[in-house]
C-alpha cells in the first residue's frame, strides 16, 4: 500500500548556522512517524550567506530534499507560497528552519489529522521565548484585526500547521500577489482541529523581522482582510459633521440670546487642525488600499525560481 506523502516545507533565510542541525532533527522527527513518507521542500529565499550551499550538500546526501531557489529575498509569505506550489504531498506542513517549532509536534498533526480534519494548527501555549514587546504586540494585533475583519486568525497560531491536499488547492486559488499567508489560511476555512505546544527559542542566528517590518506586516494583515478601515471613516465624519451641526444651532441661538460677542479664536483653530488630521489620516488609509489596488492590477508573479534542485540522483553521493 502507498504511504501518505508528507511535505514539509521551509523557507530558509539567511540561516546557514541552522541548515546542519535542522536537518538532524527533522529527520529523527519525521523517521518516526511510520504512516507516512516524506519530503522536505526546502525554499533558500534569496540567502546572502551560505544557505544554499549548505542545502545542497544535505540534498547530496538525501533524495528526499528538495530545494527550490528563488531569485531573489521575496520575504517570508512568497517563499511559502513557492514552497506550497512545489510541494507534492498529501499532507503539506509549513515549518520554520529555525526549529522554533518543535519537529516533534509533527507528529502529533499527523495524529489529528488522521482523526479526519482538513487543517491541523499548531497553537502556542508557551511563547516565553519570544520577547514581551513581541507577545504584547502580537496580542494586540489579533485583538485589533479580529474586530476589524470578518475572517479572524487564530491567537498564537503561526504558519506552522498541517493542511490536506485539498487546502493547498484551494490557497493556490487565490490570486493576490500580496499574500498576507494567515489570513489566506484563516480564509479558506476547512474542518480545523487544533494541537498545543510550547515555542523554543531559535537554534542558532537572529530573527528576521524587526519591530518596523513587524508593523508593517501587520497593516498588510489588516489591510488585506478587510475594508472596514475605510468605512470607519465615513461613520467618524458622519459624526464630525452632526456634532458641527449642533455646534452651529447653539451659536445661532446664542447670538440672539445675547447678540454678537467676539468669538474665540481658539475655537477655530482647534476645530481647523483637528479636521485637518482627520482628513489627513483618512486620505493616508485610502492611499494604503490604493497602493494595493496599484500592487495587485500589475499582476506580477509572486516570485521567481531561479533554479530547483530536485530529487538528486544517486551518483551524486559521496
Ligand atoms: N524567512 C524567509 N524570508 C524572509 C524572512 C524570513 O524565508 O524574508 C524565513 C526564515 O528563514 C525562517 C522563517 O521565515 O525560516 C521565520 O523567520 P524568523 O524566525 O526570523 O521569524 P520569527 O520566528 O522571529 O517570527
Ligand atoms: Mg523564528
Not at 95 to 112: G, H, N, R, S, T
Not at 182 to 192: D, I, M, N
Not at 245 to 253: E, P, R, S
Request: hydrophobic fraction near 45%.
Amino acid at each position: 500500500m502507498k504511504k501518505t506523502l508528507l511535505s514539509l516545507v521551509v523557507p530558509f533565510y539567511n540561516e546557514e548556522e541552522s541548515v546542519e542541525q535542522f536537518f538532524l532533527r527533522v529527520r529523527l522527527a519525521l523517521e518516526a512517524i511510520e504512516s507516512v513518507d516524506y519530503e522536505i521542500v526546502c525554499v533558500n529565499d534569496g540567502s546572502k550567506d551560505d544557505t544554499l550551499l549548505k542545502l545542497i550538500e544535505a540534498a547530496r546526501h538525501d533524495s528526499k530534499i528538495h530545494i527550490i531557489d528563488l531569485s531573489r529575498n521575496f520575504g517570508k509569505e512568497a517563499a511559502l507560497t513557492a514552497g506550497l506550489n512545489e510541494a507534492l504531498g498529501d499532507i503539506v506542513i509549513p515549518f520554520d528552519a529555525d526549529l522554533q517549532d518543535p519537529p516533534e509536534v509533527i507528529a502529533d498533526l499527523v495524529m489529528k489529522w488522521q482523526e479526519g480534519y482538513d487543517v491541523v494548527v499548531a497553537k502556542r501555549v508557551d511563547r516565553a521565548s519570544d520577547t514581551f514587546l513581541k507577545r504584547f504586540s502580537a496580542a494586540a494585533f489579533y485583538r485589533l484585526h479580529n474586530k476589524l475583519s470578518d475572517v479572524k486568525i487564530p491567537e498564537n497560531v503561526g504558519d506552522f500547521r498541517l493542511i490536506t491536499r485539498e487546502v493547498v488547492e484551494a490557497i493556490k486559488l487565490m490570486p493576490e500577489s500580496r499574500r498576507f499567508m494567515k489570513g489566506l489560511f484563516a480564509w479558506v476555512g476547512y474542518r480545523t482541529a487544533t494541537v498545543t505546544y510550547a515555542r523554543e527559542s531559535r537554534v542558532a542566528g537572529k530573527t528576521k523581522f524587526s519591530a518596523w517590518k513587524l508593523w508593517n506586516f501587520a497593516l498588510e494583515g489588516l489591510t488585506s482582510f478587510g475594508t472596514l478601515p475605510l468605512r470607519v471613516w465615513f461613520y467618524l465624519g458622519l459624526a464630525v459633521a452632526l456634532l458641527s451641526l449642533v455646534y452651529a444651532g447653539y451659536l445661532v441661538a446664542r447670538t440672539m440670546l445675547l447678540g454678537i460677542v467676539v468669538p474665540g479664536y481658539a475655537s477655530i483653530i482647534t476645530a481647523v487642525l483637528f479636521l485637518g488630521g482627520v482628513q489627513l489620516i483618512g486620505i493616508g488609509i485610502i492611499g494604503e488600499y490604493v497602493g494595493r489596488i496599484y500592487v495587485e492590477s500589475k499582476q506580477r508573479p509572486v516570485y521567481l525560481i531561479r533554479r530547483r534542485y530536485r530529487a538528486m540522483e544517486k551518483e551524486d553521493e559521496i
